[in-house]
């Protein structure tokens, strides 16, 4: 029997109008952005669909999604992100970006879950939960510092000016700002 996560639901399918306007064709309502975005992060699929050419949109709305997100105020992709991206385009490297960003994420959301649980753990006043968080944090150092080698490799306008601090200078600031943490979830667990 297939468990509940390995059952594939098919996507929601949303026609886009030309009057702009979202039509949901599971909840036969009229949704906008922000049901999509609503969607999205609760996991939903859909697929948003052109109503007149029939053409997969998706891409466009879900570019739309994160330009409204980001214009509210709360933004999430520095400038210097989105500049080393832009450079990309039309760059020889270009195929690679996607598959780059998508794993990049893949690892980032499993390395969150794992976060989440060894906090969870942390406050319950595991000591092997506070050796799966230090062993988390280093992972997560060392994803970073992979990620930000690549673009500096990729792109040679960057060629190692990302930080000015020597290595020894970085790991003493990490592991102070690591106790610092330790010490005031300690506190919390503490009382």
Same mark, same amino acid.
Do not use: C
């Given at each position: 029997?297939?468990?509940?996560? $390995?059952? &594939?639901?098919?996507? *929601? !399918?949303?026609? @886009?109008?030309?009057?702009?306007?979202?039509? =949901?064709?599971? #909840?036969?309502?009229?949704?906008?952005?922000?049901?999509?975005?609503?969607?999205?992060? $609760?996991? &939903?699929?859909?697929? *948003? !669909?052109?109503? @007149?050419?029939?053409?997969?949109?998706?891409? =466009?709305?879900? #570019?739309?999604?994160?330009?409204?997100?980001?214009?509210?105020?709360?933004?999430?992709?520095?400038?210097?992100?989105?500049?080393?991206?832009?450079?990309?385009?039309?760059?020889?490297?270009?195929?690679?970006?996607?598959?780059?960003?998508?794993?990049?994420?893949?690892?980032?959301?499993?390395?969150?879950?794992?976060?989440?649980?060894?906090?969870?753990?942390?406050?319950?006043?595991?000591?092997?939960?506070?050796?799966?968080?230090?062993?988390?944090?280093?992972?997560?150092?060392?994803?970073?510092?992979?990620?930000?080698?690549?673009?500096?490799?990729?792109?040679?306008?960057?060629?190692?000016?990302?930080?000015?601090?020597?290595?020894?200078?970085?790991?003493?600031?990490?592991?102070?700002?690591?106790?610092?943490?330790?010490?005031?979830?300690?506190?919390?667990?503490?009382?």
């Amino acid at each position: 029997m297939a468990q509940a996560d $390995e059952v &594939r639901v098919e996507p *929601v !399918i949303v026609k @886009k109008y030309a009057n702009r306007r979202l039509y =949901n064709t599971e #909840t036969s309502s009229y949704i906008t952005l922000d049901h999509l975005s609503t969607m999205t992060r $609760e996991g &939903r699929e859909f697929k *948003v !669909i052109d109503a @007149k050419s029939g053409e997969d949109i998706t891409h =466009n709305v879900l #570019t739309q999604i994160i330009m409204e997100e980001e214009t509210r105020g709360v933004t999430m992709l520095p400038a210097s992100f989105l500049r080393q991206l832009i450079s990309m385009y039309g760059d020889q490297m270009q195929a690679l970006v996607p598959l780059y960003l998508e794993a990049s994420m893949d690892a980032f959301r499993r390395n969150q879950e794992q976060f989440r649980a060894a906090f969870t753990g942390l406050m319950g006043g595991n000591a092997s939960a506070s050796t799966a968080f230090e062993a988390l944090v280093r992972q997560n150092l060392q994803m970073m510092e992979a990620a930000a080698d690549i673009w500096r490799n990729a792109n040679p306008l960057l060629g190692g000016a990302v930080s000015t601090r020597s290595e020894p200078d970085e790991i003493k600031e990490l592991r102070d700002e690591l106790a610092a943490l330790k010490a005031r979830l300690d506190k919390m667990s503490n009382g």
